[in-house]
């Protein structure tokens, strides 16, 4: 296994950091799905035994079961020799209160009496102003103090420019954030990245295969990577182009198989699993896949956004852009797990009441009430 230093917090992690988001799952005789304890456990010991350091998880993942099961994986001898990063949403941040007692739940639920890595959960640039009002900062300074948590962290989806703003806000330890060959010039972008290193902040990198997507390629992009003489899985090219980057400290994959795990080890752990290591021909062959990727999108939504806000809070941009990812990959898997919390949040296409107000000023001239219907009847139907 190949290990990267985290920053300046004086520890090294491996490449390869677990994801406990997408853990092995079973489907009971009521019909309910539950996270596979006995398969869970097998992955997260494998993982430990087998040279990786770092795992991620977060309160809310696996209906708030996903930090419990971590934490009964690694009892026993495997919690001494590993990084444990968590995160808390800022919607249970209700008082400053709530935040301690979400910490200390955690804590139970992981059987440790600190945790390593802890992050504020998908920092939304509509409510960094809020965070910065409750004190949410301060209180993750007192836990640290008291040695409860060491790195002070977040998660970010998002664009640029308030991503920046947040990660000059605070000397962060670490931020992590979406990146991978097709969202290079999207989501954070490069800048982003580079910002991170120049700042020394450790930069963790989750969905570096966008939710799976990536590790099974379509004919026409494997095509472009049979044509280099060294053969290699799409999820290995999609791998090696994230440890390319320097400034990378640990790249996450949640993995559901042993298999899967197994893979990702062996990639992480070859000689020239390095940063910079990648040649201009092999940049050039990442570049012609993410073309032949983008050249599927069949709703041409640019993300601008002049369709928003929509007057009922439908999420037009994302929900096209969930569609559009599923016919990338020709797979609506994961857009549809996504698609399911826009739905729970009341901003999926069936709050649409065909106004037309979005449509009088998309750039695009998309027939923007049409196509969400589309999208809404491919990405309908998720049940977890």
Sequence with gaps: ?????YGKEGFEVSAFG??????????KADGS????????????????????NYFDTAYGYHRQKS?????????????????IAT???????????????????????LRTDHIDVYLIHNIQASAWEDIKKRKVIEEYEKFKEEGLIGAIAFSYHGEYEPFKEIL???????CQVQQNLLDCDKEVTEEGIKLAGKQGTALVIMEPLRGGGLANAPD?????YDEYPVKRSPAEWAFRYMYNHPEVSTILSGVTTLEQLKDNIRIFSQPDALPGVMTAEEMDIVQRAKAAY?????????GCEYCMPCPKGVDIAGIFHKYNTGMMFRNFDNPQRTYMFTRNAGQDVSKCIACGACMTKCPQHIEIVDQLRVAHAALDGWNE
């Excluded at 983008?294 to 640019?302: A, D, G, K, L, Y």
């Design 168 to 174: 000059e806000f605070y000397p962060w330890a670490m």
């Design 220 to 224: 026409d992009v494997q095509a472009i």
């Design 33 to 52: 799905v539950e996270v596979d304890r006995e398969k869970a456990f097998e992955l997260i010991r494998y993982a430990a035994d087998h040279g990786v």
């Design 87 to 109: 995160k808390q949403p800022f919607a249970v941040m209700k008082t400053q209160s709530n935040i301690r007692r979400n910490l200390e739940n955690t804590l139970k639920k």
């Design 67 to 83: 930090e419990e099961i971590l934490g009964e994986a690694l009892d026993g001898g495997y919690r001494e020799r590993v990084k």
């Design 1 to 5: 296994m190949q290990y990267r230093p």
């Design 294 to 302: 983008e050249s599927r999108v069949t709703i041409p939504c640019t």
């Design 18 to 27: 677990m994801g406990c988001m997408r853990l092995p799952r079973i489907v």
